[in-house]
């Protein structure tokens, strides 16, 4: 959507002021279609048959202007389904990159059927905590190295008894494509590909199985429109593109020229007959070596460059620590949405396994705050408790200057965690030095029955701070 | 309550009643056609769910039976929706033409794909040399050009002028390091000069940084005439431009900065860095008064970075071409996407004309190894998946968070692990193109052995 005022979108709303959304108004319904945080299909009158005949033009005109500028296509079903494409934006600080690009992880028919299991499993638990979320693998993607259909579709079938997470079927092979196809279709994976060879039989396949379906027509982005041109007239509309991924020298110039071309034809230039999402293919790292770290470093590389310009969904080889840990962060970290400061609940957490004895910390909200305290808590082995103040996830110093943590809130977050300090042998808690300022007032709040004691500055201190300042002298 | 009838027995039907509409229709085999007229499926729906050529055998065998007397009529009750568009057997036939077919073309459509490039792009980036040669008054092998950009990092709409560079750090006493860093430097760690020689030499430093940290009061309080000694030796074993850093005391780099600006005098050395929590005009004028460059240190704050720059050049005097930015490098999983975002909208403010900010970028890439998951053994979380090896997991750290601000438009790069410095360099000169190499064909990676 490129519209920005709500009042272009207002005119396409009922103007009854319902309230049925929850909003008191049609206008800060279209607030929030802008803002992206209000659904089309939560204005209930809009979508009543009943009101086919007064609704329905509008209906179809608000659709189409609020349509992604990349396409939005489902891969998968149920749960487990995903979204991939569905940007409105070419830099992440002009309203946010919406979702994330899914990780594919690789397998092939050519495996044993131990490995094989044993590998979906790894891909299918794989799992990392990241402020304050699970960070997990999206997908798997079925290679068929052996040329068999009936190996290939084995295969699936062994893959899907060992995970539920969405599918994308490689192979160039039509029939191959189709023999997957027979056991997996209800779960909808996505299928790679349809080339300028094979274009015919695998739009045959995408119809009478309604999959999604990749058209691949790598460094040729005339020869790749040409193909989508090609399927919409057919009435397949769930594409992804794959113009090409390629692991080195200057065509991987190219390569990421086009993924900058293909997103910014369709997001800057609104190109809405090419604007569907982009697959990238850092699996092709593994083309250029053998060395397992050379390989995983590189693939990991690659998968950064189009993270962050331009892939929508990508398919990876190596789920090695070294790998997938850095490049999830870093698909974590582009996909923030900035509008919102990252935040952890407010309230009180334990660190190890405090006692009455232990020392009561408090910081933001601030996720990076919270857990820069946390982590300098748990890695030094200090039991503690540390209480989260709701500062809408501003740090320290900026909430102390802006009075988004003030005395008065640092006491009522301890009574509303429940912290009671009668419990404790010391009475005490440790503000953070940059909220130094405030200790006098605490002691008044609390009657000195409680004693607020100044910490240092920076959290990664706080163990010589401990030893000389901790338990305090009564 | 199917009607049952074999394609053979219709053939013949057909064949005898001359039925032009089933032209082009093949079927071969002997296989049954069951309609079941009860359910009422002969409609639109119909024709959308088979497709148009059964639909017609339909309305033909329909037609057929009514021509036969069969009471085709009082059979086709049809359900809610059918009925709702007269399913009268007339109708049909228009309604199962009206479906649009799945019809494959011959070939495919011809079409060209054209983008155009950024239009609001107007102001290159200021170009700024590091290093002078005897030529110009310094004492360095070669000089090193930064900035100059006309878009953004790897764009296709202007080439970059100048490829990306890392200088590597060099302290003045032996630190505390991460165990995969440290063991690079355990050898030259208590002589700077031997230190900046193997960052050169070795790991291919474009230059080297030396950090004066032991001027801090808190650690030596070494004073600054004898730091920058330091300086001299650095300049005396290599001859790539260099940088020079202070301890990160507001107070105490103000000296420090400003002497070792004149024992580099002429070395167009970046002087790392003149910020807003210090005195700014004294360093900046440190570097115009020595022809050194200065950094300018702001704290991921696009505005503040704007007022320092503003400051440095109509209060200090520094000219445009000896400011590099430091707008702070937030590493990956610590908030690297506040630094990439700070830095991407610098280099987008800066190119679409913003003279304040249209400054080559520097970027703290060893930030990267504060990140606990670049240093630690094991995770603290027990359900986290393995962490695998660290001495892996590290340098692969300091890589990524460098290559992200890279794409954000960083020019210049403090980095430590060699390792993360070749791939760094690698990446970035494959994405302008310099590096030529053979591209395995990549159409057949379905297939590929790993």
């Known amino acids: 959507m490129k519209e920005t005022s709500p009042l272009n979108l207002y005119k396409f709303l009922p103007q009854t002021n319902c309230g049925e959304c929850g909003e008191q108004t049609c206008m800060a319904f279209a607030a929030g279609l802008i803002a992206r945080s209000r659904k089309i299909d939560e204005c209930k009158p809009l979508f009543d048959e009943k009101n086919q005949k007064k609704y329905g033009k509008k209906l179809t005109s608000l659709k189409d202007v609020i349509a992604p500028e990349v396409a939005l296509i489902y891969v998968g079903a149920g749960d487990k389904q995903l979204k991939v494409g569905g940007e409105d934006v070419m830099y992440r600080h002009q309203m946010t990159f919406f979702n994330k690009p899914p990780f594919a992880y690789d397998v092939t028919d050519a495996m044993n059927e131990a490995d094989l299991v044993e590998r979906v499993k790894l891909i299918d638990t794989w799992k990392k905590f990241y402020i304050g979320n699970w960070e997990e693998v999206e997908m798997v993607a079925v290679r068929c190295v052996t040329g068999d259909a009936g190996k290939f579709a084995a295969c699936v079938k062994k893959v899907m008894e060992n995970t539920k997470k969405p599918l994308i079927l490689c192979s160039f092979d039509p029939k191959v494509l189709k023999a997957g196809l027979e056991v997996s279709a209800a779960t909808r994976p996505l299928i790679y590909a349809a080339t300028k060879d094979n274009w015919k039989e695998v739009a045959q396949l995408a119809y009478d199985y309604k999959v999604p379906v990749t058209l691949s027509v790598p460094f040729d982005l005339d020869g790749l429109k040409s193909m989508v041109a090609t399927f919409k007239e057919m009435g397949l509309d769930d594409l992804v593109l794959d113009p090409g991924t390629a692991p080195n020298g200057e065509k991987l110039q190219e390569s990421l020229q086009n993924f900058i071309k293909l997103r910014r034809a369709s997001v800057e230039e609104g190109q809405k007959d090419f604007n569907y999402p982009v697959m990238a293919l850092p699996i092709n790292a593994w083309l250029t070596t053998k060395d397992p770290v050379r390989g995983a470093y590189w693939e990991s590389v690659l998968a950064a460059t189009f993270v962050i310009r331009g892939a929508d969904i990508m398919i990876r080889h190596s789920i090695e620590p070294h790998s997938v840990m850095p490049d999830m962060h870093l698909r974590f970290n582009i996909y923030t949405d900035p509008r919102t400061p990252v935040q952890v609940k407010p309230g009180l957490y334990k660190v190890g396994k405090p006692t009455e004895d232990s020392p009561v910390f408090l910081t933001t909200n601030f996720a990076l705050t919270y857990y820069t305290v946390e982590s300098d808590l748990a890695s030094n082995g200090i039991d503690s408790y540390l209480l989260a103040v709701n500062t809408d996830g501003i740090g320290v110093q900026a909430s102390v200057a802006g009075g988004q943590l003030t005395p008065s809130k640092i006491k009522d977050a301890f009574a509303e965690a429940g912290m009671d300090f009668e419990t404790t042998t010391h009475k005490a808690f440790i503000l953070p030095g940059m909220a130094a300022k405030f200790s006098g007032e605490l002691d008044d709040l609390y009657a000195y029955k409680v004693k607020a004691l100044v910490g240092p500055e920076d959290s990664g201190r706080i163990p010589g701070w401990m030893e000389k300042q901790w338990p305090p002298k009564k | ?450």
């Open chain 2, 1 to 450: 309550m199917g009607e049952k009838l074999s394609i053979s027995d219709l053939n013949k039907k057909l064949a005898e009643m001359d039925v032009k509409s089933l032209e082009g229709v093949t079927i071969e085999g002997d296989i049954e056609l069951e309609i079941d007229a009860g359910a009422g499926g002969v409609g639109p729906l119909f024709a959308y769910y088979f497709g148009e050529e059964v639909a017609k055998v339909a309305v033909q065998l329909v037609n057929m039976a009514k021509a036969f007397g069969y009471p085709v009529e009082s059979l086709l009750q049809p359900v809610a929706v059918a009925q709702a568009i007269s399913p009268a057997p007339a109708e049909l036939a228009k309604a199962a033409a009206a479906v649009p077919a799945f019809k494959i073309p011959d070939t495919l459509k011809t079409a060209k794909f054209a983008v155009g490039t950024d239009k609001t792009w107007k102001t290159q980036v200021q170009e700024v040399q590091l290093g002078a040669t005897k030529a110009d008054g310094g004492s360095r092998g070669h000089v090193i050009k930064i900035g100059g950009e006309k878009a953004m990092p790897f764009f296709f709409d202007a080439a970059m002028p100048n490829r990306p560079v890392v200088t590597i750090d060099v302290f003045d006493m032996p630190i505390g390091m991460a165990k995969a860093v440290k063991m690079h430097y355990e050898d030259v760690m208590n002589d700077p000069a031997d230190w900046a020689k193997k960052a050169v030499k070795e790991f291919k430093a474009d230059l080297v940084t030396t950090h004066l940290i032991s001027t801090d009061p808190l650690i030596k309080d070494t004073p600054a005439k004898e730091a920058v000694k330091v300086v001299e030796d650095v300049l005396q074993a290599v001859d790539v431009p260099i940088v020079i850093g202070g301890s990160g005391n507001p107070e105490k780099d103000v000296e420090v900065l400003s002497k070792a600006s004149e024992v580099a005098q002429g070395e167009r050395a970046l002087i790392a860095s003149a910020s807003l929590n210090l005195d700014w005009e004294a360093i900046g004028k440190a570097c115009v008064a020595n022809n050194n460059v200065c950094l300018a240190w702001t704290q991921l704050e696009i505005n503040s970075q704007k007022e320092l720059n503003r400051k440095l050049m109509k209060v200090a005097g520094v000219p445009r071409d000896s400011i590099v930015m430091d707008p702070t490098t937030a590493a990956l999983a610590y908030g690297m996407d506040f630094a990439y975002t700070n830095m991407e909208r610098i280099r987008l403010g800066g190119l679409k004309g913003d003279e304040e900010l249209n400054f080559p970028m520097s970027s703290g890439t060893t930030n990267a190894w504060g990140v606990r998951e670049a240093w630690m053994v094991n995770s603290p979380n027990k359900n986290d998946s393995s962490w695998g090896d660290r001495m892996l997991r590290g340098p692969i750290w300091e890589i990524l968070t460098g290559f992200s601000l890279a794409m954000a438009g960083v020019d210049i790069f403090m980095m430590m692990n060699p390792i993360a410095v070749a791939y760094l360099q690698e990446i970035t000169q494959s994405l302008m193109g310099l590096i030529k190499a053979e591209t395995p064909d990549t159409t057949n990676w379905i297939s590929m052995e790993v």
